[in-house]
């Protein structure tokens, strides 16, 4: 029987009909994103995808061109200002791809001496992070989120674990007082939830708008007060659009990143006979489902050639970190030991700035669950798992799991919080279920 020449389509893809661009869009995609970077692949290092309905970009799946693009800051710029079809008024700005894609005054939409100027603020000011206070930190956030579902026997581990620990732990490095803090964990849950997500960026905005008021007056030993003494002289402006870049792009990643690796230790039994395990299961975790699966937007300068294909200057090309970890050639590298060479964390000079302590507050939140919950297991069958649609994250709608109820733990006493104020009222518009979340944290502390 004849071999087909080329892989054949993934159930639901267009491309079935030729010439059609491939979508990262939708529930069939989710379901299955390898699927669809195995049929990519044909195209050679590059491929035409859709990113929404009408948003047109060129998607790298291999992992030499990858790094070659990543690495190339002279062809390829960052300013978000660039693209071709946002100007010529093909992209709407309500699309929704816009808010992860359209420019801000930050280190990753920057580029030059500028972005040098901005990124040595950011990786100075995350270096000073102790890395002893941020795991006892990330294990009092922990006992306190346990301290919520544990003696109930059953949890959804994203939303109830995953989605709250990094909003709490980042809250805490960056020094928010109760209510400001309980607006950031606000707007963050509210912009990935797409529930009013304009205006919860209106409220995350407004908040660190305060938070960075009140650290020009009163600083203190966190990450913002580090960035605003920082040698770079940071104006306001600038000190809310790096702060906002830190908290919402180390939350959703790492919300991911927890997630996925907890789906990873659950469904599948060769960890448990295994030392190092979490170590092991956040690689692979890293390797085979990164918590963002395709980003890191890129524009050519000028028109031109890479990889075999024809660029015109403000062309949208992505990286599909996914796909580059998931190559042929790359098995090879596995094979022989390179467990950290994968582009999860990205690479060159946008590679993620916080990835030390995303890794450290990883591995902490997961020693600290498995050790409290010993026999935690997937409450449902693996295949009704549900992945968030979209074509930049990897992560989960929910994980039901079961467990040994436990007690709940007193609370050790508080590091160097400072002393909750009385709970906020919530934001208008804000949810109920959200508010004053951080501040009931802060209350569990000293109490």
Not at 50 to 73: F, H, I, N, R, W
Not at 81 to 90: I, V
Not at 377 to 400: D, I, K, M, Q
Request: charged share 20%; proline share 9%.
């Amino acid at each position: 029987m004849d071999q087909p020449t080329a892989p054949v389509p993934p159930p639901g893809c267009p491309a079935h009909h030729s010439g059609a661009r491939v979508p990262l869009h939708g529930p069939e995609f989710a379901a299955d994103p390898q699927a669809y970077y195995s049929y990519l692949r044909h195209y050679g290092p590059t491929a035409p995808v859709e990113l929404a309905p009408g948003v047109e970009a060129t998607l790298v799946t291999d992992y030499a061109t990858a790094l070659q693009l990543l690495q190339d800051s002279g062809s390829f710029r960052k300013d978000a200002r660039r693209w071709r079809h946002f100007n010529e008024g093909k992209i709407s700005p309500d699309s929704p791809v816009a808010p992860v894609l359209a420019y801000r005054p930050n280190c990753m939409f920057s580029d030059g001496a500028e972005h040098l100027r901005l990124r040595q603020a950011v990786t100075d000011s995350m270096a000073r992070v102790d890395t002893r206070k941020l795991s006892h930190t990330t294990e009092q956030v922990s006992n306190y989120l346990i301290s919520q579902f544990g003696s109930r026997g059953s949890a959804d581990l994203l939303g109830d674990y995953a989605k709250q620990l990094p909003l709490f732990v980042f809250n805490e490095l960056f020094g928010c007082p109760p209510d400001i803090g309980d607006r950031v964990v606000y707007g963050i849950s509210g912009m990935f939830d797409g529930v009013n997500a304009e205006r919860a960026m209106g409220v995350l905005f407004g908040a660190v708008g305060e938070l960075v008021a009140l650290k020009r007056v009163k600083p203190g030993d966190d990450v913002t007060s580090w960035l605003m003494e920082h040698q770079a002289a940071l104006t306001d402006e600038e000190m809310v659009h790096q702060l906002a870049l830190l908290l919402v792009g180390g939350n959703e990643p790492l919300r991911n990143l927890i997630g996925n690796t907890l789906h990873r230790l659950l469904t599948h039994d060769a960890y448990a006979n295994q030392g190092g395990l979490i170590d092991e299961a956040i690689d692979d975790t890293l390797w085979e489902n990164p918590p963002m699966q395709n980003l890191a937007p890129h524009y050519p300068a000028a028109d031109m050639e890479f990889a075999g294909q024809k660029f015109q200057a403000g062309d949208l090309v992505l990286v599909s970190f996914a796909a580059a970890n998931t190559g042929p050639a790359l098995t090879a590298a596995r094979q022989a030991g390179s467990n950290r060479a994968h582009l999860a964390w990205s690479a060159g000079p946008h590679a993620c700035p916080s990835k030390d302590p995303a890794r450290q507050i990883t591995v902490t939140a997961l020693e600290n669950l498995l050790n409290r919950l010993p026999d935690v297991e997937l409450a449902v069958p693996e295949e009704s798992l549900t992945w968030r649609p979209g074509p930049f994250n990897r992560g989960l709608v929910a994980l039901p799991a079961r467990f040994t109820p436990v007690a709940a733990r007193k609370p050790a006493a508080p590091a160097h919080t400072e002393a909750p104020a009385r709970p906020q009222q919530p934001q208008p518009g804000a949810r109920s279920e959200r508010a004053g979340v951080w501040s009931q944290f802060l209350n569990w502390l000293t109490r």
